[in-house]
């Protein structure tokens, strides 16, 4: 399954590149898919472009889905005790 990521954008760089952190983690970006990013923006990141601009809240919202569905994952694999 793939899925899109959301991640702030916390530095420009030239090239249509910028670095977004997302739970203490940074990625190098490529943002040619969106136009203008800026710092401080929340946006998707799937295989390494931003391919759509989100708000906060619906940052907070996706990545806490992701981490239930992680926590779901981790727990139906987890050995019998």
Same mark, same amino acid.
């Given at each position: 399954?793939?899925i &899109? =990521?959301?991640?702030?954008? %916390?530095?420009?760089?030239?090239? !249509?590149?910028?670095l &977004? /952190?997302? !739970?203490? !983690?940074?990625?190098?970006?490529d =943002? *040619?898919?969106i136009?203008g +990013?800026r ?6 990141? @799937?295989a390494?472009? +931003? %391919? /759509?601009?989100?708000?906060?809240? +619906? +940052?907070a919202? %996706?990545? =806490?889905?992701?981490e239930?569905?992680?926590a779901? /994952? *981790? /727990?139906? @694999? &987890?050995?019998p005790?």
């Amino acid at each position: 399954m793939c899925i &899109a =990521t959301p991640m702030e954008i %916390i530095e420009c760089m030239p090239d !249509n590149k910028a670095l &977004a /952190e997302s !739970n203490g !983690n940074r990625l190098v970006i490529d =943002t *040619r898919l969106i136009e203008g +990013a800026r710092v401080g923006e929340f946006v998707l990141i @799937h295989a390494g472009c +931003a %391919i /759509e601009r989100v708000d906060k809240g +619906a +940052a907070a919202d %996706i990545l =806490t889905l992701i981490e239930e569905v992680a926590a779901y /994952e *981790r /727990e139906s @694999h &987890a050995p019998p005790v």
